[in-house]
């Protein structure tokens, strides 16, 4: 460690902090605390989003498992785009008219059970809890690659500063160190990218053709293993492509903008990010492979998560590798940040001001709330990421999402777009889906290793059908009197106008009817299409 690693790693977290300082002095409230108060503009708020995917689990661990594993680790990678494809069809817009701080006010939108609210926090805090541990041991490795310091010395210290950034800023400064560090995140990537292609007589396409000299074509090629490895990258994709869009942290930043029109444009904005950081990230991949060597990356890290960071420091010394890894470091900890006010929110706006407090909770002691659940989340995630060191990041991440397919999704996309969804089978169908995919989580060689009962680790491709299944048999078995049945319609006319505008919500899997038979649905739509800020959400 030299006097420039640590001077640049103190300015970054100075900058970090200076915006945690002058956010703080707008954090004044729940909506301030975990929604930004509405105020995010579109693009702005589309950059927050590719931050929070361009952090610990694309940069440090998709490098190193397309370093280590060839072609097959880019499928960590490629489904963000696709993700944020089918996010900007469909749940942007109804996601930002139905939500107000978190996905279980969606739901509530159309079942005020508090049994559903109650589910949707429960598996936004579990999903939350393992993507934030991904994201804390990346950070913790690099500080351990940096600063000599031990691996459980870093994960309490990014802990403690993750805690600091979150009960002082909240999402206001979350969101503009977000900002802030994707476009240096993308300059820094970029140029390493020019780097590394020099080392390649700057051709992008010679780290390939190396690769394959040098360990064969099917390094750039897909390949297949035995037939429950093929499982288990199946499943991992399919999680991941679906998982995007029931990811806690990632789908409330669509409630941090003022309208629907912007909520599109955020996923416009975050698709473009994503489209040129991709592309550099096989070159990179493979230039570690060549420049690294597969034997001196899993000697420093058996996940191969430092990867980017060896070969940073290959191509560019040591003031290079020291730019990159305190850029990546401030990545992850506005990641970090992210994660915990979505968490601090399920617990403290739908645990335990609408469940618990049934609504009756004063935005004082909600904001309070948020602040103890902010603590008490943080220390739950440095406790698990004490015993994920040698996991490799992406894949941690992977896990979150596959949760997020199988509990959350079915549950939001039904409820939005199926008349016939009912409150039982909400919770049912989500029961279902978080219980199957911590049960095979549970049995997989991520505990078990080798002697697991599973031969496959990710949970999607079993968990995900099963809780379908169940929301669909409990939903159609579900028998009604007329009353019940009438008022079940019209609650659904009621959340696909607000969700969509009257006149569009008979047209987007609606019901046929017109908006002139709903008058109520009419009303409450908040001209929900046109791009005319609205006031802030206002407090309970």
């Not at 809890?129 to 490795?141: I, K, M, S, T």
């Not at 590394?196 to 390949?223: K, W």
């Not at 679906?242 to 409630?255: A, D, E, K, N, S």
Request: aromatic share 8%; net charge positive; glycine share 8%.
């Amino acid at each position: 460690m030299d006097a420039v690693t640590i001077a640049i790693f103190v300015l970054l977290v100075a900058a970090t902090l200076l915006i945690t300082y002058l956010a703080a002095k707008r954090n004044r409230s729940a909506a301030d605390h975990l929604v930004a108060g509405g105020r995010i503009s579109g693009r702005q708020n589309g950059l927050a989003i590719a931050g929070d995917f361009i952090s610990a689990a694309s940069f440090l661990g998709v490098t190193g498992a397309i370093a280590l594993s060839g072609f097959n680790g880019f499928y960590l990678a490629v489904f963000v785009p696709v993700a944020f494809v089918l996010a900007l069809l469909l749940v942007a817009e109804p996601l930002r008219n139905l939500g107000k701080f978190t996905l279980a006010d969606v739901l509530a939108t159309r079942y005020p059970a508090r049994n559903v609210r109650a589910m949707m926090a429960t598996t936004s805090v579990v999903i939350s809890l393992v993507y934030l541990v991904a994201q804390l041991v990346g950070a913790a490795l690099l500080i351990s690659l940096m600063f000599g310091l031990p691996y459980w010395a870093a994960v309490l210290a990014i802990g403690g500063l993750t805690t600091v950034y979150t009960l002082l800023g909240g999402m206001v400064a979350t969101t503009w160190i977000q900002i802030v560090k994707t476009g240096i995140l993308l300059i820094c990537a970029a140029v390493l990218f020019v780097f590394v292609i020099g080392e390649f007589d700057f051709n992008p396409l010679r780290p390939f053709a190396d690769v394959m000299v040098t360990l064969g074509d099917q390094f750039v090629a897909p390949h297949r293993g035995s037939g429950l490895q093929n499982f288990d990258q199946l499943s991992m994709t399919i999680g991941l492509v679906f998982g995007v869009l029931g990811l806690p942290h990632v789908m409330i930043r669509f409630l941090t903008v003022p309208n629907a029109r912007q909520a599109r444009s955020s996923a416009y904005t975050s698709i473009w990010v994503f489209f040129v950081f991709y592309a550099m990230v096989p070159v990179l991949g493979y230039a570690a492979t060549l420049l690294v060597g597969a034997d001196a990356i899993t000697a420093r890290n058996p996940g191969g998560n430092l990867a980017v960071m060896q070969l940073a420091e290959a191509v560019g010394g040591k003031t290079l590798l020291a730019i990159i890894a305190a850029v990546a470091f401030v990545t992850i900890l506005a990641a970090l940040s992210g994660l915990v006010i979505a968490t601090s929110g399920a617990i403290a706006h739908d645990l335990y001001g609408q469940v618990l407090r049934r609504g009756n909770v004063t935005a004082a002691a909600q904001l309070r709330a948020a602040r103890i659940a902010t603590l008490a989340t943080s220390i739950a995630g440095v406790a698990v990421a004490f015993a994920a060191e040698r996991q490799n990041v992406a894949f941690l991440a992977s896990l979150g999402m596959s949760i997020a397919a199988a509990a959350n999704l079915p549950a939001l996309m039904l409820t939005m777009y199926w008349k016939r969804m009912t409150s039982a089978a909400v919770v049912a169908g989500m029961s279902v889906g978080l219980g199957v995919s911590i049960a095979v989580i549970l049995l997989s060689p991520i505990v078990w290793g080798e002697t697991a009962l599973l031969g496959f680790s990710n949970p999607a491709l079993v968990a995900a059908p099963v809780a379908l299944g169940t929301s669909l048999l409990v939903a159609l078995s579900s028998r009604h009197n007329a009353g019940d049945a009438e008022r079940a319609s019209a609650a659904y006319s009621d959340m696909r106008a607000a969700a969509f505008g009257p006149q569009r919500a008979s047209l987007v899997g609606g019901d046929g009817s017109s908006a002139a038979q709903q008058p109520a649905a009419v009303a409450r739509s908040e001209s929900v299409t046109n791009a005319t800020p609205v006031t802030p959400r206002e407090e309970l």
